[in-house]
């Protein structure tokens, strides 16, 4: 009796450890565990767009669901601009503005300047609630920096998420080199504990590819009701290699790529089916000479023209493609 207590306990802890691992605890880190991309990147202003960051600014987001009365963290990993990590032009004289947001102005659903997807829009709006600069700080480089503690309800709250919402502004002051970073919203101070059900979104994505062939980076927009066809964009891929498009109905469509410094666009239908679920922007390295150090910055908008935001952890789960069985076209399945 006592030994069926006991497996019919560690059955049930399994269960719902297993629902917590899978579902919950993996939107803290920035980029996200499924994305499989190592860095941010942020030039400072005086930087060339032809090394890849069209705007020299980066506006992430970070939803605490409301339930979670804890204070909370946010930690940046190499915030500096010199010594590992970051891509050095000339000298490193590169400066980093990191500012936290909470309060109205935030909710990117409310204010759509919050978003700050064009230049010229106000991308600070809410209120700053912490603020620093880094230069070339060897005792932040290859470390962390800990922004905080927040309160939850420091946010901006979102009846559309049940969350309050915070926002990290990253801005290149001055210099030209490329500060690689990550993010990691954190329980605690000193180490990564996630906050239970949180997540991190962004509407321009700007993000260092793989210096391999092998490794492909993952970034899972969210599709919402009403969209009936998307314009992706990317700016400076060096055409290198493919960007794919994946979800339970695509199985790979091919994205339209940009070259060097400049925009590529192009359309992709959406299926009623994709409604409120992710799609997987899968990023593969051409397989010829290396293209190294590449950036990359990404947007999507719907045909109505809102932009779609991109989670950390996607929106139910990573979507995987199902091969119709009963089509009459073989299906190139493996
Ligand atoms: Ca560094
Ligand atoms: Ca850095
Ligand atoms: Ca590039």
Not at 49 to 57: A, E, K, M, P
Not at 138 to 163: H, I, Q, V
Not at 244 to 273: C, F, T
Request: charged share 25%; hydrophobic share 35%.
């Amino acid at each position: 009796m006592k030994l069926n207590k006991t497996i019919y306990t560690l059955i049930f802890s399994a269960f719902i450890l297993g629902i917590n691992g899978g579902m919950k605890l993996t939107g803290q880190a920035v980029p996200g565990k499924d994305e499989n991309i190592t860095f941010l990147v942020t030039f400072g202003k005086q930087g060339e767009t032809s090394w890849g960051d069209d705007d020299f600014y980066q506006v992430f987001f970070f939803s605490i669901p409301r339930d979670f009365k804890e204070q909370f963290y946010i930690r940046v990993f190499d915030p500096d601009t010199g010594g590992e990590h970051d891509e050095i032009q000339g000298e490193f004289n590169t400066r980093t503005f990191f500012g936290v947001y909470g309060g109205k102005g935030v909710n990117p659903d409310v204010n759509e300047d919050s978003k700050g997807l064009y230049n010229g829009m106000n991308y600070k709006g809410g209120t700053l609630l912490t603020s620093r600069v880094f230069g070339g700080e060897a005792r932040f480089d290859n470390r962390y920096f800990t922004f905080g503690p927040f309160n939850p309800t420091a946010g901006d709250y979102s009846s559309k998420w049940n969350s309050y919402i915070f926002k990290v502004v990253v801005e290149g002051v001055t210099g030209d080199d490329g500060n690689l970073y990550r993010f990691f919203m954190s329980r605690d101070p000193e180490n990564n504990l996630p906050v239970e059900g949180g997540n991190a979104f962004t509407y321009e994505y700007t993000f260092r590819m793989w210096n391999d062939f092998k490794s492909v980076a993952h970034i899972y927009p969210f599709v919402d009701t009403g969209v009936i066809w998307i314009r992706q964009r990317n700016f400076d891929w060096d055409g290198d290699g493919n960007i794919l498009v994946v979800s339970r109905y695509k199985q790979g469509i091919e994205a339209a790529i940009s070259n060097e410094n400049d925009w590529m666009e192009g359309r992709i239908s959406i299926d009623p089916d994709e409604i409120g679920s992710s799609l997987d922007f899968q990023f593969h390295k051409a397989q010829r000479e290396l293209v190294k150090n590449n950036n990359v910055v990404v947007t999507l908008e719907s045909q109505r023209g809102d932009a779609l935001p991109f989670f950390s952890s996607p929106i139910g789960g990573v979507p995987v493609y199902i091969p119709k069985i009963s089509v009459t076209k073989t299906n190139k399945t493996k």
